[in-house]
């Protein structure tokens, strides 16, 4: 009787996680997590839904969510004819879901490039590709018989396809599925003879000649890591890089000196990895503010061959730059804007803007670890210059669950109502809600006399990246605040490295770059280096050693996160500066 009951156990359970996997894939949502800096827009961008639709399903949800909350997201109307996505419940095996949705660990491997063995687990979000499309490709050998009247076999002597991606030969593609060359060109006769398979050609897959069909079970069922191991990419090495720069060199002249500025900075940055032994051949292309100027580039044959492209810089041309990046397996690289969304959605774009909400999340985390016993004043501008509302209502929430105090006080508050507000054997931070320097310009004077008549107390001043564009006017202000600013980019003029690149920089060009912030000549070398040397190192395994790459820029920080398991990569580096009251500048690198 135990070994019937057992059995019957065993069957229970594996109807329930059968019932319950069909009834996910029939709901009209699906669940979602909230992570670590996600906004309901980041989180619409990722799915295709509008903020509206999941405020629909979650009320509340617009005025706040939080890391750990689960969110009901909204199927679209054809996501049973087309892609879906699937949040992995308790049980649930990469092998499972593959038997569940009719489709190969391959194409879902293939459609979650960030997936794996390690994040497989309960309330990961995945994509799940079409079961029409890839039948579609099983079917596509059997085709042109069904067109001439011809009946096909009931069998397809097919067990898959497989679209060529750059590089692959006959050797590797036959490696890959672990058949014969002979077999894959008996399978595929148009190839024999060819010494090269055009990119996105697809190749009927044979079943090996002493398997006529397709097993019903497999013998044993394979465990997760077996199968992302056998359907991983294989690792290729790049002999010659080839870059593409994508920008608006020759347009308005504002715009295209800031370009032509950049430009020159990743030629250096080439020339620097060129003496280091590494090949990189650079095209460099003009695209104006036409929106379809773009398109006339993306017709040009060489660029489907390039490893990587930089650009572009207007918002218009993202998406179908990004289109054509994934459609032809190219890393993009978008240097300037931090408000697109392509990146929710596209595996092959690498934002080095950080999104707001992301940076802002970065932001706080900093803050409570640097100041966790603080109190927190801010200093409320005026109507109209208030751009940081959304950075500093955030900021309340998070000293509110750290239990952090914090009180606010009006713009022109007067040297004895800042006094009036400090607390003793605290750091007492004072932050604007305003990054503007009119609102440093009324609150400076009055928190230099509180610092100079209470030197016991510890007083910081806390802002924003923009402080950099006039820190000479407040340079002997911020030091004796001991000021304290975030930003994702910075550069000490004074330290060795920036030293060498602007005496570099003024060698090649006879000139100086231009006094603005980001420094672009700064932004291009940085930007350049990193990518073509990552490519260059480890090949195209670059996104799986991005954490071993030690480099130090001059400018910019570089720390990439994909945004979930089918989209891109964002940069999540912040940095804090620190004028401290020793008349010292300091840099802040948090890990």
């Given at each position: 009787m135990r070994i019937i009951r057992r059995i019957l156990c065993l069957l229970c359970l594996t109807a329930t996680c059968h019932i319950g996997t069909w009834a996910q894939e029939n709901q009209s949502y699906f669940l979602h997590t909230v992570e670590k800096g996600q906004s309901l827009y980041s989180i619409a961008s990722m799915y295709g839904v509008s903020q509206a639709d999941i405020i629909r399903l979650n009320p509340g949800s617009d005025d706040k969510i939080y890391i750990g909350h689960t969110l009901r997201i909204p199927r679209q109307a054809d996501d049973r004819k087309s892609e879906t996505f699937h949040t992995i419940a308790a049980g649930e095996t990469l092998y499972r879901l593959t038997v569940v949705y009719n489709v190969s660990a391959k194409a879902i491997c293939d459609a979650n490039p960030g997936l794996s063995a390690e994040n497989f687990r309960i309330g990961q979000v995945i994509r799940i590709p079409s079961t029409d499309t890839t039948n579609e490709e099983q079917q596509a050998d059997i085709a042109p018989q069904q067109q001439s009247g011809i009946q096909p076999p009931v069998e397809s002597r097919c067990r898959e396809m497989h679209k060529v991606k750059r590089r692959e030969t006959v050797y590797s593609i036959s490696r890959l599925y672990g058949i014969t060359e002979?077999?894959?060109?008996?399978?595929?006769?148009?190839?024999?003879?060819?010494?090269?398979?055009k990119r996105g050609k697809m190749l009927c897959i044979p079943y090996p000649t002493a398997q006529t069909k397709q097993p019903t079970g497999p013998q044993s069922i394979p465990s997760d890591q077996e199968l992302f191991n056998e359907n991983a990419p294989k690792s290729q090495r790049f002999n010659t890089i080839k870059a593409a720069v994508i920008l608006p060199f020759l347009d308005a002249p504002q715009?295209?000196?800031?370009?032509?500025?950049?430009?020159?900075?990743?030629?250096?940055?080439?020339?620097?990895?060129?003496?280091?032994?590494?090949?990189?051949?650079?095209?460099?292309?003009?695209?104006?503010?036409?929106?379809?100027?773009?398109?006339?580039?993306?017709?040009?044959?060489?660029?489907?061959?390039?490893?990587?492209?930089?650009?572009?810089?207007?918002?218009?041309?993202?998406?179908?730059?990004?289109?054509?990046?994934?459609?032809?397996?190219?890393?993009l690289v978008i240097p300037f804007t931090s408000k697109d969304n392509t990146v929710y959605q596209n595996a092959s774009v690498y934002q080095i803007n950080t999104p707001q909400s992301y940076l802002y999340s970065e932001v706080y985390d900093h803050f409570v670890r640097q100041f966790p016993n603080a109190n927190v004043i801010f200093i409320e501008a005026n109507q109209g210059t208030q751009e940081k509302a959304e950075f500093i209502k955030g900021l309340k929430d998070e000293l509110r669950n750290r239990s952090i105090p914090s009180t606010s006080l009006k713009e022109d508050a007067t040297a004895e109502s800042l006094k009036a507000v400090l607390a003793n054997g605290r750091p007492n931070i004072f932050i604007p809600t305003s990054g503007s320097n009119l609102v440093l310009l009324k609150l400076l004077p009055q928190l230099t006399v509180v610092v100079r008549e209470m030197p016991e107390s510890d007083i910081h001043l806390f802002g924003y990246p923009e402080w950099q564009t006039y820190t000479k006017d407040h340079l002997e202000a911020f030091f004796e605040l001991d000021t304290y600013f975030y930003s994702s980019f910075y550069t000490n003029n004074l330290l060795p490295a920036a030293v060498n690149f602007t005496k570099s920089y003024r060698k090649w060009y006879g000139k100086d770059m231009d006094e603005r912030y980001p420094k672009y000549g700064m932004l291009g070398f940085d930007t350049g280096y990193y990518f073509l040397k990552g490519l260059s190192d480890y090949g195209t395994d670059f996104e799986k050693n991005m954490h071993r790459m030690h480099l130090i820029p001059i400018q910019t920080g570089f720390k990439f996160q994909r945004v979930n398991n089918w989209g891109g990569f964002i940069n999540k580096k912040v940095f804090f500066v620190h004028f401290t009251k020793n008349y010292e500048l300091v840099k802040l690198d948090f890990d």
């Open positions: 002979a077999e894959l060109l008996a399978a595929n006769p148009e190839l024999e003879g060819k010494n090269k398979i715009e295209s000196a800031r370009m032509v500025e950049y430009y020159e900075g990743f030629l250096m940055a080439v020339d620097s990895l060129k003496r280091r032994g590494t090949s990189v051949d650079v095209y460099a292309y003009n695209a104006t503010n036409e929106k379809n100027s773009i398109n006339a580039l993306l017709a040009k044959p060489e660029l489907k061959n390039m490893d990587i492209i930089f650009g572009p810089a207007y918002q218009q041309h993202i998406a179908p730059l990004a289109g054509f990046a994934k459609e032809n397996d190219i890393r």
